[in-house]
């Protein structure tokens, strides 16, 4: 059973927050001043885009940490669920944001394509622009790692960019998120630097409009990709195959469990909440059938990314219902 007692301190809830999303907010704050004041020396619209970017993408970032500390918060009397959707609320908040952001670059990229602006201060743009490459491409890099963790699989070198793209929607809410957006950052600020480069040193000056819309339109995707995920997360969606596997191979670690009658595992924010029957053994006495549930259920909730475990038990009934998992290969 879950603890309605709770005795979080606020900063042991801000320690529990997604670092990932607290620390893009930082340096997307740094960047946005930065590449803001290189918009209003130099002109170029690539740089006013790749600026809005960075001011959204700070936002967004800030809202998504305050939400992942909310949803970190331990059930209650009045909240027996817990707050792990609290965090999709707060993502969809920073999908506004984007997509406010995303509609002003474009229009600006329109302006740009009918009225290009010469671009001044070419050097400025490239250090601020290079300084955006390093730091977003840092934070992306710890990003990939931390979709590794939160997947819990073994990622090394190349493996850890590979498997971040084949993982991510086994990691965190605010984790996606980060990810996402730091991902169109590095190609925005590559896009943008092109342009400055393109536009200052040869007379096709449409480059400068034309990326500018381009960068908007990645905020458009991040918007719609954020907004799908975190959508169907208010909603309540079942958890990953992956997620049912390792639970139910755990459930059949234990001897007395011949199959899985029936097993919900649904999704709120990062954490999981498990419902399920298990057939016993035919012939157990009932204080042992129950001695074999709790201990199933205090070894699941022991797992960090579950919230709660509710078990029942009926005795076996001689049909294999189980077919999420090849039981023969759990050791």
């Known amino acids: 059973?879950?603890?309605?007692?709770?005795?979080?301190?606020?900063?042991?809830?801000?320690?529990?927050?997604?670092?990932?999303?607290?620390f893009a907010m930082v340096g997307n704050g740094i960047l946005a001043i930065a590449k803001g004041a290189a918009f209003l020396i130099s002109g170029s619209g690539a740089m006013f885009a790749s600026a809005m970017h960075s001011l959204a993408d700070a936002v967004n970032q800030g809202f998504v940490f305050i939400g992942s500390v909310l949803s970190e918060k331990k059930p209650t009397e009045k909240f027996p669920t817990g707050f792990g959707r609290v965090i999709n609320l707060f993502c969809m908040i920073a999908v506004i944001v984007v997509s406010v952001m995303a509609y002003e670059t474009v229009r600006e990229g329109f302006h740009l394509l009918k009225h290009?602006?010469?671009?001044?201060?070419?050097?400025?743009?490239?250090?601020?622009?290079?300084?955006?490459?390093?730091?977003?491409?840092?934070?992306?890099?710890?990003?990939?790692?931390?979709?590794?963790?939160?997947?819990?699989?073994?990622?090394?070198?190349?493996?850890?960019?590979?498997?971040?793209?084949?993982?991510?929607?086994?990691?965190?809410?605010?984790?996606?998120?980060?990810?996402?957006?730091?991902?169109?950052?590095?190609?925005?600020?590559?896009?943008?630097?092109?342009?400055?480069?393109?536009?200052?040193?040869?007379?096709?000056?449409?480059?400068?409009?034309?990326?500018?819309?381009?960068?908007?339109?990645?905020?458009?995707?991040?918007?719609?990709?954020?907004?799908?995920d975190n959508m169907v997360g208010l909603i309540g969606v079942a958890a990953p195959k992956e997620v049912e596997d390792r639970i139910a191979s755990a459930i059949f670690e234990h001897e007395a469990v011949i199959d899985i009658f029936k097993m919900r595992i649904t999704q709120e924010g990062r954490y999981y909440h498990v419902e399920s029957y298990l057939e016993l053994k035919k012939g157990l006495p009932l204080s042992e059938a129950d001695d074999i549930k709790f201990a199933i259920q205090d070894q699941l909730i022991a797992d960090p990314d579950i919230a709660d475990v509710t078990l029942g038990i009926i005795e076996d009934n001689g049909i294999q219902e189980w077919r999420g998992t090849d039981i023969s290969e759990i050791p």
């Open 1 to 22: 059973m879950v603890s309605l007692v709770s005795n979080e301190t606020f900063f042991t809830l801000v320690k529990k927050g997604n670092k990932s999303s607290f």
């Open 116 to 228: 290009p602006a010469e671009v001044k201060g070419i050097w400025i743009n490239v250090s601020v622009l290079l300084l955006n490459i390093l730091i977003d491409g840092t934070i992306l890099f710890k990003v990939m790692k931390e979709i590794s963790q939160e997947a819990r699989v073994e990622s090394r070198g190349a493996g850890i960019v590979t498997g971040a793209f084949m993982h991510v929607k086994r990691a965190a809410p605010p984790t996606r998120l980060v990810f996402y957006e730091d991902l169109v950052a590095v190609s925005g600020a590559l896009l943008a630097l092109i342009a400055v480069l393109v536009s200052y040193f040869t007379t096709f000056q449409l480059l400068d409009g034309i990326v500018t819309i381009m960068i908007g339109f990645l905020m458009v995707g991040v918007a719609f990709r954020v907004g799908y």
